[in-house]
């Protein structure tokens, strides 16, 4: 279990519990079931789950508990290709939102000490997550004393993460002064948030991000999701349809080459082609100025 991320744990608690009752049910043994009962068992489960993803989450939960590794025999392996073409993969996002907007919005978030706490937290995660390219998961795991301050600020990521691995680096950000523009300059403005919640955050509390309101603790990956949609929201995004994690597909669709590098992909992988390149879905105003000059 020292393997397996507390997420990933999560993840394989409801698969398990199914199979748990499916196995009462048909007087199967859960460490040892043959083939066709977990065939059986994956073939009822196809007609609830969405996706190839969750249903491969089911094998993989089943896997780790058998004692055969039942998950990798060729029938399973075989019913698998056949669910791929029944319910593909496909990206989330047909295009995306041009990360201007949201820029422009929050650079009129300024002066930073005239902002309350809410506007400040909401600028400052949204700007990281502009310019890193980061899960949420890991925003929310940066702890004050992994950041230092110099010429630029750069901040150390130890906590173990989705993807972190054995042979895998953890997460490095870092981040210069933007002189040029005060009101972006996240260099400036972790600073101020540093200083702004110091008076406020209880002595232990380490990490970056608190609450709003009393006793101001840590805040989880999915608050500083909430705080996300809530600055997109306000910049005129729809976050109907775009979540937080859009962030990621709207910078790296936008800064190609140099994002493709800062999020940890190599040159030729497929991730970005397949899920975060997209078109950006430009201002109607952009496109008519386009079409007025051809």
Request: proline share 5%; hydrophobic share 40%; aromatic share 12%.
């Amino acid at each position: 279990l020292a393997s397996l991320s507390k997420s990933t744990l999560a993840q394989y608690a409801k698969p398990i519990r199914l199979w748990w009752f499916f196995c009462k049910e048909k007087d199967v043994d859960c460490f040892a079931p043959s083939v066709t009962s977990f065939l059986e068992f994956l073939s009822l489960s196809l007609t609830e789950v969405g996706s190839y993803a969750i249903l491969n989450t089911y094998r993989s939960a089943i896997s780790i508990i058998s004692t055969d590794e039942i998950g990798l025999h060729p029938l399973i392996r075989r019913f698998f290709k056949g669910v791929a073409f029944l319910k593909p993969q496909r990206p989330r996002y047909d295009y995306t939102w041009n990360p201007s907007t949201v820029i422009n919005y929050l650079s009129s978030l300024y002066p930073h000490e005239s902002l309350s706490l809410p506007k400040l937290s909401r600028k400052l995660i949204t700007l990281l997550a502009l310019t890193t390219a980061q899960r949420m998961q890991t925003l929310a795991a940066i702890q004050i004393p992994n950041i230092r301050f110099s010429d630029s600020v750069i901040i150390k990521i130890s906590s173990r993460l989705k993807t972190s691995g054995i042979t895998r680096s953890q997460p490095l950000l870092s981040f210069r002064s933007f002189l040029d523009k005060p009101e972006l300059c996240v260099f400036s403005l972790l600073r101020f948030y540093i200083s702004f919640t110091s008076v406020l955050r209880r002595a232990g509390n380490d990490s970056l991000f608190i609450s709003h309101r009393a006793p101001y603790g840590p805040v989880s990956a999915q608050t500083l999701a909430r705080w996300v949609k809530l600055a997109m929201s306000a910049a005129g995004i729809d976050i109907s349809i775009f979540s937080a994690h859009s962030t990621r597909h709207a910078s790296t669709s936008f800064a190609l080459e140099e994002i493709r590098r800062t999020a940890g992909w190599s040159s030729s992988s497929e991730v970005f082609a397949r899920f975060y390149n997209r078109p950006i879905l430009m201002n109607p105003s952009f496109q008519d100025m386009i079409l007025s000059g051809s």
